[in-house]
Structures are given as structure tokens and as C-alpha cells.
């Protein structure tokens, strides 16, 4: 049996670590991307599996590299998790255009550059693109104007490349983490952050990065083979009740 080939980027921390691990323990090789070069081989060097690639997905030369030394290592490539991301949360009035395009090339241009460039790998494995989209995506914050419509529009690129690339058998998909439990997160969410993020989620606390991870391999993998096009938000009922109202609940 041939064993699966994952390309995993934003792979040297969070879920994209985290993906990574998961689809190693579930017996997929993967190809782990990031522009964090001493992060990314840190991370890597006890990994059997795992394979550090270290690129930039926001500059076409570099990808279009990436996926020829991805394809040279492995021969195939099975599944392409977008997941590389960065954020500035700032007033609109007070984000910059340089930091509107910063968040944009690797948020959206990356999305659309390392996917556009898998394709023919994918036609090869009937494979599969999971894209990592956001509860920002789908619902406005204050702060994000950035952010959240650069991961508005990866959500609506992932119906795209649902709605044409479905005659080559490969499937696209997005999901949409809400709240969850990284360093970062713990790092600049204060008390009141925190504590208005669990009012607001019916399941009450916040998600691992191993729970996103899950939901990617599984539509990655035989189990979703009828799955494609969806977003699925993994955030504690988040984005489903809006308005959080916990007195009521009790």
C-alpha cells in the first residue's frame, strides 16, 4: 500500500505542528513548510516522517521550488493543508496598506500560490487541499479588517477550487478554528479576553491545537471522500450562537 504524502505549511508551531504530528501517527509522510528556518528545523529534528522545506508560500519562485524539491523527495503529493497565516490586530483607521499587504500575501496569496502550484500533483492522487480559514472569517471582530477578510476570502477561494477542481477527483476544503489554547493565544488574550471568548462558546472553554488537527486528517482523508466545498467551523459552537448570552443557559 502506498504510503500518503502530506504538505503541511506554517508546520514549524501550532496546528500546523500539530497536523503534522497527527498525520505522522496516523502513518502519512510529511512535508513540513515554513519560512522559520531554525523554528522549522528544531522541530523536525527528531521526526522520522517529517521532512523539513524551508520556503516562503507568499513569493511564486519560492513555491513553485518548494513543490519540485517536495515532489523530488517524495514522488506525490497526497494532501495540501494551507495553513501558514499571520496576524496584526489594529484599528482600521491605524492598519497600514504595507500591513494590509503583509497579512494578504501570506493569508490569501499564499493560499492561491501553493494550491495553484499542487494541482498537478493532486490530479496524480486524486488528493486533497484543506484550507485554514477562521471563526474571523465568518464573523466580524473588531481589530481584524485585515485579518478576518483575508480569511473571508480564503474560505470563498476554497468553494472555488471546490467548485473546478472537482472533475480531477480532488476535493477542497476549509476549516475555520475558533478560540485555541497556543502559546500565543495565551500570551495576549488577557483575563477579559479570555473570559468573554468562554461566555461567548457554548462548550465553555477553548479548543487544542490537536482538535483542529483531527477534523484537517479527517478531511484529508477515505472517511470524507464524498466531502468538498464545505467550511467547517471547529470552534466550540462559536460561530453558530453569536451573541454569547450565559445567563440564560444557567
Not at 17 to 40: C, H, N, P, Y
Not at 54 to 83: H, K, Y
Request: glycine share 10%; proline share 3%.
Amino acid at each position: 500500500m502506498t504510503q500518503k504524502i502530506a504538505l503541511v505549511t506554517g508546520a514549524a508551531r501550532g496546528i500546523g505542528l500539530a497536523t503534522s504530528k497527527l498525520f505522522i501517527e496516523q502513518g502519512w509522510k510529511v512535508a513540513m513548510i515554513d519560512r522559520d528556518g531554525d523554528e522549522l528545523t528544531q522541530a523536525t529534528s527528531a521526526m522520522t516522517d517529517g521532512k523539513a522545506f524551508i520556503f516562503d508560500v507568499s513569493v511564486p519562485q519560492q513555491v513553485d521550488q518548494m513543490i519540485d524539491d517536495v515532489l523530488s523527495e517524495f514522488g506525490r503529493i497526497d494532501a495540501v493543508i494551507n495553513n501558514a497565516g499571520v496576524a496584526d490586530f489594529l484599528p482600521v483607521e491605524e492598519t497600514s496598506f504595507a500591513t494590509w499587504r503583509r497579512i494578504m500575501e501570506t493569508n490569501l496569496d499564499g493560499v492561491f500560490l501553493v494550491s495553484q502550484a499542487a494541482i498537478p500533483a493532486l490530479k496524480e492522487t486524486k488528493g486533497a487541499i484543506v484550507n485554514i480559514g477562521s471563526i474571523s472569517g465568518l464573523r466580524a471582530s473588531t481589530l481584524r479588517v485585515a485579518y478576518g477578510t483575508s480569511k473571508a476570502a480564503v474560505i470563498h477561494m476554497t468553494k472555488q477550487q471546490a467548485a473546478e477542481l472537482g472533475e480531477y477527483g480532488i476535493r477542497a476544503n476549509c476549516v475555520c478554528p475558533g478560540p485555541v489554547k497556543t502559546k500565543l493565544a495565551m500570551a495576549v488574550h488577557s483575563t477579559d479576553i479570555i473570559s468573554a471568548y468562554l461566555d461567548a462558546m457554548p462548550l465553555g472553554r477553548y479548543g487544542t491545537e490537536n482538535e483542529i488537527a483531527e477534523v484537517i486528517l479527517f478531511l484529508c482523508s477515505d472517511k470524507a471522500s464524498f466531502v468538498t466545498g464545505q467550511t467547517i467551523a471547529t470552534d466550540g459552537g462559536f460561530e453558530s450562537t453569536g451573541v454569547g448570552l450565559p445567563a440564560l443557559r444557567k
